[in-house]
């Protein structure tokens, strides 16, 4: 279980730093393509677009199957304040039990699409398996075998949007501190029922199940991103150096 720990504090970093990395630099990107705000706003949302969808329908079923009305789903980016917002889903006022499970929907549907993409399209296991026993060639092999599957680089791009829009927003995990608070209070009424033994050992098989779900949705992402990234870099700096400018990011 230590191992599995190390192994998921790494992946969450990468994957924090990456999801970090790639929103700030994908839109410099559109503003040296197009040199307007605007149009860089738009083109950097229509990349991630099936990734927005299916967070903003995700919302949206979750929302109808609780029993909670929702307004006009929106899937147009604009600024609010300093942050850009991909897209929205109006949620009528509701508890916080309801509150939890429509926000953290994307997150849920959004893994259980990178998994499975992961699984039957690219071999991901087999390539982490080589990879994580140090076999480096064989991992590499992997992964070009990937990406010459059939209509591959089509099941790479939905990966590379789904996965960098999945995580929940600032307003999307509002209720899930209440939501916490109440689980807390449930296993210690159980613990106080004598029910101590039970709760460790079912908590055990489910942590290290979550663990392992996790770990394999992070680095299904980061093996995906990784080819991705220093061409945007490098295109990036293409553009700076064409163009006279250089971009600072705060």
């Known amino acids: 279980m230590f191992v599995l720990l190390i192994e998921l504090i790494a992946v969450l970093g990468l994957?924090?730093?990456?999801?970090?990395?790639?929103?700030?630099?994908?839109?410099g990107l559109m503003l040296l393509l197009t040199g307007d705000e605007e149009l860089s706003l738009w083109l950097y949302?229509?990349?991630?677009?099936?990734?927005?969808?299916?967070?903003?329908?995700?919302h949206a079923f979750v929302a109808k199957l609780v029993g909670v009305k929702i307004g006009r789903i929106s899937i147009l980016?604009?600024?609010?304040g300093k942050r850009i917002q991909l897209g929205f889903v109006p949620i009528q006022e509701t508890g916080f039990v309801r509150a939890s499970l429509i926000g953290g929907a994307p997150l849920l549907t959004g893994t259980l699409a990178v998994v499975t993409i992961g699984y039957l399209v690219f071999g991901t296991p087999e390539i982490l398996s080589a990879l994580s026993a140090g076999?480096?060639?064989?991992?590499l092999r992997g992964l070009a075998d990937a990406v010459r599957a059939p209509d591959g680089w089509l099941w790479a791009y939905l990966v590379f949007a789904i996965s960098n829009t999945m995580l929940p927003s600032r307003s999307d995990i509002h209720a899930w501190p209440l939501l916490g608070l109440?689980?807390?209070?449930?296993?210690?009424?159980?613990?106080?029922?004598?029910?101590t033994d039970l709760i460790l050992e079912g908590a055990g098989r489910f942590l290290?199940?979550?663990?392992r779900w996790v770990i394999l949705l992070g680095a299904s992402t980061l093996l995906i991103d990784a080819p991705i990234f220093p061409g945007i870099f490098l295109l990036q700096k293409v553009l700076e150096r064409v163009r006279g400018?250089?971009?600072?990011y705060r």
């Open 15 to 27: 994957l924090l730093l990456a999801d970090r990395w790639l929103h700030r630099h994908l839109q």
């Open 45 to 58: 949302a229509i990349v991630l677009l099936p990734g927005v969808v299916l967070h903003e329908l995700s």
């Open 77 to 80: 980016p604009k600024k609010v």
């Open 135 to 139: 076999d480096w060639l064989a991992g």
């Open 182 to 195: 109440l689980l807390v209070t449930i296993v210690a009424l159980i613990a106080l029922a004598g029910g």
């Open 208 to 211: 290290t199940m979550a663990v």
């Open 245 to 248: 400018v250089r971009l600072e």
